[in-house]
């Protein structure tokens, strides 16, 4: 091997000694798939995937004996990681040739959209049906109850109450657990996509790139953040049927109670009002947090790695109390969002006692008529409405975070990668030299003024043994990462 000096452009040419033709990074090891049983789902009937009853089968084998790895049927195509993953990376590749450098916000929350739109969409569909399911209750309650109340009652119209009382809570139970499904199901493939795309993008991060998102950085992004945008379909659905819940229930108090109800919003206008700062505050946690547990990660990772040397140096004590340090930082940002969630907590489990108490007294001052279908009315519509007063904290607090998330996510897959063009992989140019590198020169960072190595000049024969030797700082790595086109070229 022999390096000569001159100032020429670079080209680097690998081969791989034994492989027939040129495979890439991203092929699995195993490209043979083991025959499972498909799951039921994917062959279930209309009338099967309505009631759920293609899930029977499996329940009942589950309940005769414990179920093996080997017992669990296989994910629809459609479900499959690899598939949401392909899915997600055309929207993502697509929205990043249509935008501009300075137009790259929350390209990942629309990268998610385009792919998941569609049976979102359906989602929506199942909720705003149950949503108003439970929202006319009070309605069909308030005409029971009025029918019982008649001396002289219809049949027919009795008949008719009872056939929409039935029908409502069909389709509210129906309703609501293809909702909850199909939320889970959406979430799960999102979960998936990112999971695949985080882990294809840090194996393609430059070197510059690398030293932002550490090794335990990318597992935060993996457990965490992935994790949270596989709950964002459930969370963002509940936060909107709430709102809707919590409107329709406040029309039929007026519609019931008149303007006497006027009176009974200003506790929930209160406690909204008073959730607009602390939400704000809750996402500075929630980002400080964040940096607090990567910087804990990321020591802890660092320290791991270099334990024989800790070890030999008997630094144990040193380094055990720099990561308790950081747990210490990470738990006060944790204890401040802990504090904040109680306070929304505590605030939304007392408004309803309050709005009823506030309501029931303003129909009793403004002279409401409160006999039984009147009374009656108003408690469901009061229950319907602790359900969204109760589930709105929790589900700002959960869309604070995955706010949090995608903004690290976006800035991860945004980052910096390695340039292809440094490496060349032809099976043709290397039947002689598994490797040759002419005229190289090579520079980990473009902000340096002297390049890391110049001029290198390599040839490697097939099945040669080749031994790199030098000082240390000659640049022995560098030059091995250079071969493995890690450090951009000039």
């Known amino acids: ?70 017992d669990i049927p296989s994910l629809v195509s459609e479900d499959e990681a690899d598939m949401a993953y392909k899915k997600f990376v055309h929207a993502w590749e697509s929205l990043v040739r249509e935008r501009t450098k300075n137009n790259t916000k929350s390209l990942v929350l629309w990268s998610i959209v385009r792919t998941f739109l569609k049976e ?152 909204g009002l008073l959730n607009v700062p602390s939400a704000r505050i809750l996402q500075n946690c929630q980002s400080q947090f964040m940096i607090a547990q990567d910087e804990r990660l990321r020591s802890t990772s660092e320290i791991l790695n270099s334990m024989k040397i800790i070890k030999l140096q008997s630094w144990e004590e040193k380094f055990k109390n720099l990561i308790e340090l950081l747990r210490h930082k990470e738990f006060v940002w944790l204890s401040k969002a802990q504090i904040l969630k109680a306070f929304g907590s505590f605030l939304y489990w007392l408004s309803p006692t309050v709005i009823s108490v506030v309501f029931l007294g303003c ?11 009147i009374i009656f009315t108003i408690l469901v519509a009061l229950r319907n409405m602790a359900e969204p007063v109760r589930m709105i904290p929790e589900a700002l607090s959960i869309l604070i975070q995955v706010k949090v998330s995608f903004d690290r996510l976006n800035n991860l897959l945004l980052d910096e990668e390695l340039n292809n063009d440094d490496s060349e992989r032809n099976l043709e140019q290397c039947k002689v030299n598994a490797m040759e590198i002419q005229d190289g020169n090579f520079i980990w960072d473009h902000k340096s003024l002297s390049p890391t190595l110049t001029d290198v000049n390599i040839e490697i024969k097939w099945g040669q043994k080749i031994a790199v030797c030098g000082p240390v700082g000659a640049g022995k790595s560098s030059l091995l990462y250079a071969i493995l086109g890690e450090i951009p070229k000039i």
């Open 363 to 373: 129909a009793v001052s403004k002279s409401a008529p409160l006999n039984a279908e």
């Open 120 to 271: 979102n969409i359906l989602i929506a569909f199942y909720a705003l049906i149950r949503t108003i399911s439970v929202a006319i209750s009070p309605l069909i309650l308030y005409a029971f109850v009025n029918y019982s109340n008649r001396t002289e009652a219809d049949l027919k119209q009795g008949l008719t109450i009872v056939c929409f009382l039935i029908l409502n809570k069909v389709l509210e139970s129906l309703s609501q657990r293809h909702w909850f499904f199909n939320s889970r199901r959406s979430g799960m493939k999102m979960r998936s996509a990112l999971m695949a795309a985080v882990y294809q993008k840090q194996l393609k991060l430059s070197s510059p790139a690398r030293t932002r998102h550490l090794a335990g950085e990318i597992v935060n992004y993996i457990v965490v953040d992935a994790y949270r945008m596989g709950e964002f379909p459930w969370w963002f659905h509940i936060t909107w049927t709430c709102a809707l819940q919590l409107v329709l229930s406040i029309v039929i108090l007026f519609g019931v109670v008149g303007i006497g109800a006027l009176p009974g919003l200003v506790p929930l206008l209160i406690c």
């Open 1 to 70: 091997m022999e390096m000569e000096m001159s100032m020429k452009s670079s080209n680097v040419h690998i081969g791989t000694h034994g492989v027939p033709e040129c495979s890439s990074d991203s092929e699995p090891l195993i490209d043979q798939k083991v025959e499972t049983k498909q799951t039921g789902l994917g062959c279930a009937t209309f009338l099967s995937k309505l009631i759920f009853s293609w899930v029977n089968s499996l329940l009942s084998f589950g309940y005769s004996k414990p179920l093996d790895l080997e």
